[in-house]
């Protein structure tokens, strides 16, 4: 079992940046991929993107392609989160998530350990 422990939000003015980290641990970090979520208040969780365990591919919601870069350091045990040109609608809680499918998964339900959860703030 995978214990994900997310860490790197806080309040940023619109167009500023952030970098999310995901430490890993209680498991093989490797035999997982790893994904980011988001939940603003009143929505559903939807999904940020995605990296492969050996991090050959990436995958992104189409609202942060271009300005968020997913990224893994297995021999950290940890993912990031490196976010650019941050808006308002950004904003949101940002959760880390490890699966154990071979696929791309970009749905809450396919992923089966879960973080707590970090603030990301943004100012317009």
């Known amino acids: 079992q995978v214990q994900l422990v997310e860490s790197g939000g806080g309040l940023v003015q619109a167009g500023g940046s952030l970098r999310l980290s995901c430490a890993a641990s209680?498991?093989?970090?490797?035999?997982?991929?790893m994904g980011w979520f988001r939940q603003a208040p009143g929505k559903e969780r939807e999904f940020v993107a995605t990296i492969s365990r050996n991090s050959g591919r990436t995958y992104y919601a189409d609202s942060v392609k271009g300005r968020f870069t997913i990224s893994r350091d297995n021999a950290k045990n940890t993912g990031y989160l490196q976010m650019n040109s941050l808006k308002p609608e950004d904003a949101g809680v940002y959760y880390c998530?490890?699966?154990?499918?071979?696929?791309?998964?970009?749905?809450?339900?396919?992923?089966?350990?879960w973080g707590q959860g970090t603030q990301v703030t943004v100012s317009s």
């Open positions: 209680g498991g093989t970090f490797s035999s997982y991929a």
């Open positions: 998530a490890a699966s154990g499918l071979l696929r791309i998964a970009t749905t809450p339900k396919e992923y089966a350990y």
